[in-house]
């Protein structure tokens, strides 16, 4: 029989905390969606990833727009950017083994926002998701009301 002393445990204990706290700490992001200002000369595109509880909290897709790498996009945050109207590819990879590659050729236009979640899971037919394909990993441009509302509890990628 193995008895755990009082004193063992509580030492126990506090690791436990340490180690979650260092946890959380460790898939801390920036602040919390705010709107980039719309323009008569570029489009907004709004590129997020919900939070997921049984993905991995601080490794992401890379997210790379018209083959220029640009940022890791983590669980529960979002990417920003502003683009010229016309045609562009956006690419999400694994970023750390590279083993699949997910890719949406969009058309934007000036002054427009658009909503682009990287969607983990397979998608349904049932599920309000725009232009899905199906498989594992999917960027899927969302309706804007879908998107906002999806994006707007989400924080700023780092």
């Known amino acids: ?3 755990i002393h009082s004193a063992s445990w509580i030492t126990m204990k506090k690791l436990l905390l340490l180690l979650l706290a260092f946890m959380l700490v460790a898939c801390a992001r920036g602040p919390v969606f705010e709107p980039l200002s719309i323009s008569d000369v570029d489009a907004i595109v709004y590129i997020y990833r919900p939070n997921n509880l049984w993905s991995n909290c601080c490794v992401g897709p890379k997210i790379t727009i018209n083959d220029e790498e640009s940022d890791v996009l983590d669980n529960g945050a979002y990417l920003a950017y502003r ?15 590279g083993f699949y590659r997910v890719e949406l050729d969009i058309e934007l236009k000036a ?46 990628s780092q």
């Open 1 to 3: 029989m193995v008895v």
């Open 83 to 97: 683009l010229p109207a016309g045609n562009h590819k956006i690419t999400a990879r694994n970023a750390a083994f």
């Open 111 to 156: 002054g427009e926002e658009y909503y682009i979640q990287w969607y983990e899971g397979v998608v349904l037919a049932s599920d309000e998701l725009a232009h899905a394909s199906r498989g594992d990993n999917n960027l899927v441009q969302m309706q804007a009301d879908i998107g906002f509302s999806e994006i707007s509890h989400l924080t700023l």
